[in-house]
């Protein structure tokens, strides 16, 4: 246990590469306390750990465990534990330079439960790998050796994405055509507004227990865009941009790039996005590859020179169709203002959709077409709707109760409520049956008065036969009523349906 203010427990340094080897075997190295490689710094020259431990050593800087500037060839660690260590960056071993694990310098040991304070928990190294990360979320790859490279191949599930008006199930990675990634928006017809697609598009240096690398200002990628045809043979390759190391994102920012896809001739092709990195102390490359395809113009675009572009309102034009190949002119006679992929109408103009430039006059009564943001029935007062907003909403189909036509004033009145209306039914029900009941009571009534007070029996028999049973006289008058009621009911019910 040492508290070292420099460097660490073992110091080993040289201002020249030497050929000479340290060899430390069945050692531990426990709690102590450094600036730089707390408990092993080695510079410059070979180095040999074997059936050691490196355990809780904590440095200020960088390498908590472990500092080693070689190249991968000059250092072995077998049979060893680096496990618990802590540092600013690199909480278990930083390899300076040109170096990194390997199967042949890190034998039979485990490197685990390190921790850094701003990155790098365990190791720092040569990049060993690339990795793409799409809004902050790294996404799943799969190595596989094509031409004798080795690449990195997203993998992506089967996800939803917004396409024109309608979703699809896709496994490839939609981007715009012609525009910039990051900036680009994806329109939602059915909620009528923009939502961010890709805020975030970065390509990662990773190391080999898939940690995030650092502080490698001096590297580059190489981007191109390759298209093959259905044999796999490839038509067409465009070197799109060289990017540097952003150190802020700590990584290779994509989004701010432009592809140039052709969203109407993807058809039999086969679209592929290609990333190739290093470092300055890497020959070789990293390499990632990505399937993509570009979406088609989305309302508010306009299609020309292979890709799609936004129609620009200030300028007075806009695109309320799919697949349009030059944007519409603002008319002043019927809008009030323009968005690039929306109208505001003045009152007294109708539209019959969202995807129509048909504008037309209410010409019958313009004070029913309200204008606005809007189309079809939105565009219509309370309880109009249709066509220019001339027919009635009888069956609140617009949710703000049913209305009949005032055949007098061509109006759209509102109906009684039901409530209201069943009332009514009721009362005139109970009115019509009470009457009728009185009405045939009164008539019986009548009938046995004359029968008690008739004088000549033979006589009365000849006009009336008061003995008989009088069911069917009464039925009828009842059913004479009845009639009498419907059809006063029906007159009233054809009037409100008007």
């Not at 603002?330 to 109208?343: G, R």
Request: proline letters at 2%.
């Amino acid at each position: 246990m040492n508290s070292i203010k420099n460097y660490g427990c073992i110091l080993a340094k040289s201002d020249t590469k030497i050929g000479s080897k340290i060899q430390i075997s069945n050692s531990i190295f426990i709690s102590n306390k450094g600036q730089l490689g707390a408990g092993m710094f080695i510079q410059n020259q070979k180095f040999d750990l074997k059936n050691s431990i490196l355990l809780n050593n904590t440095a200020t800087q960088i390498g908590g465990g472990f500092y080693f500037s070689e190249g991968s060839q000059r250092f072995t660690i077998i049979n060893s534990l680096i496990c618990n260590n802590q540092a600013a960056e690199a909480g278990g071993i930083y390899l300076f330079g040109n170096s990194s694990l390997t199967k042949n310098n890190f034998i039979k040991s485990l490197i685990l439960l390190n921790f850094a304070n701003t990155s790098l928990n365990n190791i720092n190294e040569l990049p060993q790998h690339l990795s793409l990360q799409i809004n902050l979320v790294e996404m799943l790859s799969q190595q596989k050796l094509i031409e004798s490279r080795q690449y990195e191949v997203l993998y992506l599930k089967p996800y939803k994405i917004i396409s024109q008006d309608h979703s699809q199930q896709k496994n490839v990675l939609f981007i715009p055509s012609g525009q910039e990634l990051q900036s680009y928006e994806l329109y939602n017809p059915k909620h009528q507004n923009y939502q961010s697609y890709i805020f975030d598009l970065s390509i990662l240096f990773k190391n080999s227990m898939n940690e995030v690398l650092i502080n490698l200002e001096n590297s580059t990628c190489n981007v191109e865009l390759q298209i093959f045809d259905t044999t796999e043979n490839l038509s067409k390759s465009i070197k799109t941009s060289k990017l540097t190391f952003n150190q802020d994102t700590k990584g290779f920012n994509l989004g701010q790039l432009q592809f140039e896809i052709d969203p109407y001739k993807q058809e039999n092709k086969n679209q592929e996005i290609l990333v190739y990195c290093n470092t300055q102390y890497q020959d070789d490359q990293l390499a990632y590859r990505m399937k993509v395809n570009s979406f088609m113009c989305q309302l508010g675009e306009f299609y020309i020179y292979s890709g799609c572009q936004i129609c620009q309102p200030l300028q007075g034009f806009y695109s309320v169709t799919y697949n349009a190949t030059k944007c519409s002119i603002f008319d002043k006679n019927k809008f009030d203002a323009i968005a690039s992929n929306k109208i505001k109408l003045k009152a007294g103009f109708w539209r019959p959709n969202q995807i129509s430039d048909y504008i037309e006059l209410c010409f019958k009564n313009p004070t029913y077409c309200q204008g606005g943001w809007t189309f079809g029935n939105d565009l219509c007062t309370q309880g109009h709707l249709g066509g220019l907003c001339e027919e009635c909403d009888r069956y609140d189909i617009r949710g703000s109760g049913s209305f009949f036509k005032d055949q007098k004033q061509l109006e759209c009145r509102q109906c009684e409520e039901f409530s209201r209306l069943l009332l009514t039914f009721l009362l005139i029900s109970i009115w019509a049956i009470l009457s009728t009941l009185l009405t045939i009571r009164s008539i019986e009534k009548s009938n046995q008065l004359f029968a008690s007070l008739k004088l000549r029996q033979k006589f009365v028999e000849i006009l009336f036969k008061l003995n008989q049973d009088h069911e069917s006289i009464l039925l009828k008058l009842f059913l004479n009523y009845l009639w009498i009621f419907l059809l006063f009911l029906h007159l009233i019910l054809g009037y409100h349906s008007l």
